[in-house]
Structures are given as structure tokens and as C-alpha cells.
């Protein structure tokens, strides 16, 4: 296979930005889900945001304060077991939330959406799932229990996922010392069941990738071309064709399912004729797609 190009300082930095910002869309976008629409109905949530929840309703200290003070104790835990690496896009995605909850709690005051507590609680969770699956596409993180997890999974054979579930659950289940409501307690479940959803089917339509067999007489231009426009590589493989016994040259790529147009554009300007096969992978490991993860 063609090694793809590598990428130079400049893609690089890019790359880079482009993380930061999709992080910080992502954190405004739980921002709303949590201080717009699951804070003013009473509803809890999972993760330091659901202890800062907890603590504004038993004592009105403001949400923002209550999350930088936990998230500021974990990452200097994290820094010394898990590196400066794992802990760079968690400072910038707290700090970026601790910012945005101020601003919106400015604007909002009181119940968005009046006497409908489970459509609040919907769009909420809908928010807020969506939120931390364009940081995670993103290779950022919200902290709190997400850090806790890492460390766990560092020393204990136990999966990231049932270690997150474990203290939302216990969570939730706390809001009920301040709430007295077990209706609202178990609000928090479906905005459990609801933003872990939402945040799979982000993260995994993100991470979608496709294969593409092409057979063209322009193979060495079209080659040429998705390595130098889209970085990725392209394998040429010899065959015969069964009816005519004449040698052809077959293309093999790997993309990003975002990038099937840009290839089909591609392709399309350089051999019209060309015969194009594309079909969805369930999964691709390698460098530019997602870190082979086995025990």
C-alpha cells in the first residue's frame, strides 16, 4: 500500500484547531443541555456536573465553582498518574465549561420549558450526550469521572464504560437527600440512558468508515490525487479480466465515510468510466483511523 502523505506542521496545527474548537462546541452544547433545560426542573445528572447539581439545590452555591473546584482536584491527581498528555484537552474542555455555564446562567433564569419535565429532561440529555460525543470525536474529554475511570482502568481490570455507569448511577441516586422526589431521581436514569445513547450514536457516526474498489485506466492520477487531497493511502492490486483476459489495475482505499463525496468528486473529474465498488467496514485500525485497543 501507498504510505499516505505525512502530514506536515501546518496540517498538523490545523488538525489541532480544529480539535479545540469541535471541543468547544461541544461544551457549549452541554452547557445548554445542562444549565437551560436539566438544572431549572429539578432534574440530576451523572459526572461532576450531577455533584455540582446536588450541592447548588442543598446550598445554592453556583454550579460553575462547584464543577472547576472537583474537575481543578482530579486533573492535578490525573497529572501526576496519567501524564500531561491525557490531561491538555481536559483543561482546556473545563475551563472552556466553567466559562460557558457562567455566561448562560446570566441569560437563563428560571424553567425554559414550563410544568414538562420529561421533554426537559429529553433535550437536556439529547444536549448533553451530543456535547460530550463531538468532544470525544474531537480526543477531548469533560473530566470528572471520565478521569477517575482512566485511573481505575490503569490499575484494574475493569472496562472505562462500567466504571462511569457505577458513579452516575451512585450519583443520581444521592440527588435524592436534597430533591425528596424519587420522580426526578428517576428522571436522572433517562437522562442517564438517554445522553449515553445519543453520545454512541455521535462518536460512532464520526468514526464511520468506508472501502472503495476502483478500477480505472487512470489509476496513477487517481491515486496520486486522494493521496495528495485526502492523505490517505492507496493499494494497487494486478488483475485479468474474466471476459476480455486483458490486465487491469485495481484501487484498494480506506476514508472516512465524510469523505465518500470528495473521493466519488475526485474520481469523477479525472476517469468518468471508471468502475467504482464502495461498501461501510464495521471498524479500521491504523495510522489515521482509530488505535488498535486489546488486553
Known amino acids: ?37 436539566l438544572l431549572p426542573s ?33 486533573l492535578l491527581l490525573a497529572l501526576k498518574i496519567l501524564g500531561l498528555k491525557f490531561c491538555l484537552k481536559t483543561i482546556f474542555a473545563v475551563f472552556t465549561l466553567t466559562f460557558i455555564l457562567s455566561v448562560i446562567q446570566n441569560f437563563v433564569t428560571g424553567e ?15 444536549f448533553c450526550g451530543a456535547g460530550i460525543g463531538v468532544a470525544f470525536s474531537a480526543n477531548g474529554s469533560t473530566g ?32 435524592y437527600l436534597v430533591l425528596h422526589n424519587w420522580e426526578k431521581v428517576v428522571y436522572g436514569y433517562v437522562v442517564l440512558f438517554i445522553s449515553s445513547f445519543v453520545l ?28 495528495k487531497d485526502l492523505h490517505r493511502g492507496v493499494t494497487f492490486i494486478d488483475g485479468v479480466g474474466c471476459y476480455t483476459h486483458n490486465g487491469v489495475k485495481m484501487m484498494f482505499v480506506l476514508a472516512k465515510k465524510r469523505e465518500s463525496n470528495t473521493i466519488f468528486r475526485l474520481i469523477k473529474d479525472i476517469d468518468p468510466k471508471a468502475f467504482v465498488s464502495q461498501s461501510a467496514v464495521i471498524g479500521v485500525f491504523g495510522e489515521g483511523f482509530d488505535r488498535i485497543k486489546v488486553k
Open 200 to 227: 454512541d450514536q455521535v462518536v460512532n457516526s464520526a468514526r464511520q468508515s468506508v472501502q472503495f474498489f476502483i478500477i480505472s485506466s487512470k489509476y496513477e492520477e487517481i491515486g496520486a490525487r486522494i493521496n
Open 112 to 126: 425554559l420549558i414550563h410544568d414538562q419535565p420529561f421533554m426537559s429532561c429529553v433535550l437536556g440529555a439529547s
Open 1 to 37: 500500500m501507498n504510505p499516505a502523505l505525512p502530514a506536515t506542521r501546518k496540517q498538523k496545527f490545523l488538525r489541532e484547531t480544529k480539535d479545540y474548537l469541535m471541543i468547544a462546541l461541544g461544551m457549549i452544547m452541554y452547557g445548554i443541555g445542562w444549565t437551560v433545560f
Open 144 to 175: 470528572g469521572t471520565d478521569i477517575i475511570a482512566a485511573i481505575i482502568n490503569k490499575y484494574r481490570d475493569i472496562t472505562l464504560g462500567r466504571v462511569i455507569l457505577i458513579c452516575d448511577v451512585i450519583i443520581i441516586s444521592s440527588s
Open 42 to 74: 429539578d432534574i440530576p445528572s451523572g459526572a461532576v456536573p450531577g455533584i455540582a447539581s446536588i450541592i447548588y439545590w442543598g446550598t445554592g452555591f453556583p454550579v460553575q465553582y462547584t464543577y472547576l473546584i472537583i474537575n481543578f482536584l482530579l
